[in-house]
């Protein structure tokens, strides 16, 4: 027996201002965010596997520079690029995740090979990249990644940080991209993948390759990618809550999600949002702050992206 499929996308929260988006640009983030979900609906349809499916998702947010992951992806206060992802399917709980790498032109792909072709769940730096090339993925070099908008931002926020005036402005705090997805198997998966946080420190891991943090997917709950301020994300186990929320507490996807995002994280400094998706195919995608770049299509009816709260 099939049911229909449902993939629900982020580009990130803590969005460029409502009051400093323009029409032009407004288009250019939702035609990439309906490209993208368009390449992870298109597995789904052809009944392809959800872990494919967040794949295509995410390698296409990876690709298109507005968003923080793979080309495009923020830079560290040392000037330097260094990318965390992770992939896990929610039948087995099978997962991979990587941490602090730059080269491969798609993280995600990275990730998923930790999952597939390692007894590992999570590798960092030059292991990571290593297995990455000895599978054959495609590396990039360091002017496909580089964005001068990326580099712009973090002059400004060295420059504020040197005169003591560095604001909280969640948009350069955090970015992430993420899906999750259930296939018409009933199988749920979900992907992230991420630059981190403009002018971190070197070497600072995020909630995104944390398995639980940023990063969920079990059958009988749901699957969650995850977008904010990292280490509050971390030290709720944001991810892995909702699903415990959902299996304990009998909570339904939407309370356990609002519930993480709205009171937990909120209240703790933790501004972001997330997807969800649960085993029924209900769609979850709540945020707490201005905005959160996101798409979904719930039970193979019709497409729908936003930016900012409606």
Known sequence: MTTPFSIALHGGAGTIRKDLLTEPLARRYHEALRHALDAGAAVLRADGAALDAVTAAVMALEDEPLFNAGRGAVFNSDGQQEMDAAVMEGRTRAAGAVAGI???????????????????????????????????????DESHFFTEERWHALQRTLKMRATGSE?????????????????????????????????????RVGDTPLIGAGTWACNTTCAVSATGHGEVFIRFAAAH????????????LIDAAEAVVMQDLAQNDGSGGLVAVDASGCIAMPFNCEGMYRAAIEHEGQAMSAIHAR
């Open 102 to 140: 730059f080269g491969p032109r798609n993280p995600v792909l990275a990730a998923r090979a930790v999952m597939e072709r390692s007894p590992h769940v999570l590798m960092i730096g030059e292991g990571a990249q290593r297995l990455a090339q000895e599978v054959g993925i495609a590396f990039a």
């Open 167 to 203: 604001d909280d402005d969640p948009a350069r705090r955090h970015g992430t991209v993420g899906t999750v997805a259930r296939d018409r198997a009933g199988n749920l998966a979900a992907a992230t993948s991420t630059g981190g946080m403009t002018a971190k420190t070197p070497g």
């Open 241 to 252: 809550e909702i699903a415990a929320r959902i299996r304990h507490a009998g909570q339904t």
